[in-house]
T-cell receptor, first 112, second 113 residues
Framework: QKEVEQNSGPLSVPEGAIASLNCTYSDRGSQSFFWYRQYSGKSPELIMFIYSNGDKEDGRFTAQLNKASQYVSLLIRDSQPSDSATYLCAVNPNFGNEKLTFGTGTRLTIIP | DTEVTQTPKHLVMGMTNKKSLKCEQHMGHRAMYWYKQKAKKPPELMFVYSYEKLSINESVPSRFSPECPNSSLLNLHLHALQPEDSALYLC????????????FGQGTRLTVV
């Protein structure tokens, strides 16, 4: 079983709609969770992080964490063509261990 | 300022060459990382430095040699690489736990010929 799993997509969403990206992880003791956006040929850009159960909102982005279900998601409201990218979920298994484990990424395409 | 600077942006090297990749951050982060990323794959961790000491080596071949001269700088020395080592090499930095949000540099696109 992979440590961090994402649907590779591609996920196509109409412009202006809500894009929903999902990630599951296997290590129940994982403490911190990150979403990175990566445009083709560019480096990953941190867009959200979440440490506690529940929702965390930042502009058009909302991260949701459910530790009981070992599930973290990213919602993008009012999707724009510039949101088209690969979204990487990353998990830090333990506090005190600076090792990020990445999922394989979900390719998101926003259709104008 | 959430900037991590990597040089060079592109590098082409022969299998007998020796080259170095450089990374710099001025965010006061005490953890620095090297990742390798192949096309359409997620980043793979290579090395982690915490307080300028090597804390994680993910069984990386010795032809890759990391160095952390001070808390702001991280180098990756390359020697006798193989064509399959061609990839995007990413440097990142973060505070130590619990605030471990890692910020990536723009990467060095390495081609081994």
């Amino acid at each position: 079983q992979k440590e961090v799993e994402q649907n590779s997509g591609p996920l196509s969403v109409p412009e202006g709609a809500i894009a929903s990206l999902n990630c599951t992880y296997s290590d129940r003791g994982s403490q911190s969770f990150f979403w990175y956006r990566q445009y083709s040929g560019k480096s990953p850009e941190l867009i959200m992080f979440i440490y506690s159960n529940g929702d965390k909102e930042d502009g058009r982005f909302t991260a949701q964490l459910n530790k009981a279900s070992q599930y973290v998601s990213l919602l993008i409201r009012d999707s724009q063509p510039s949101d088209s990218a690969t979204y990487l979920c990353a998990v830090n298994p333990n506090f005190g261990n600076e090792k990020l484990t990445f999922g394989t990424g979900t390719r998101l395409t926003i259709i104008p | 300022d959430t900037e991590v600077t990597q040089t060079p942006k592109h590098l082409v090297m022969g299998m007998t060459n020796k080259k170095s990749l450089k990374c710099e951050q001025h965010m006061g982060h005490r953890a620095m990382y090297w990742y390798k990323q192949k096309a359409k794959k997620p980043p793979e961790l290579m090395f982690v430095y915490s307080y300028e000491k090597l804390s994680i080596n993910e069984s990386v071949p010795s032809r890759f040699s990391p160095e952390c001269p001070n808390s702001s700088l991280l180098n990756l020395h390359l020697h006798a690489l193989q064509p399959e080592d061609s990839a995007l090499y990413l440097c990142a930095s973060s505070h130590l736990a619990p605030a471990t949000e890692a910020f990536f540099g723009q990467g060095t696109r390495l081609t081994v010929v």
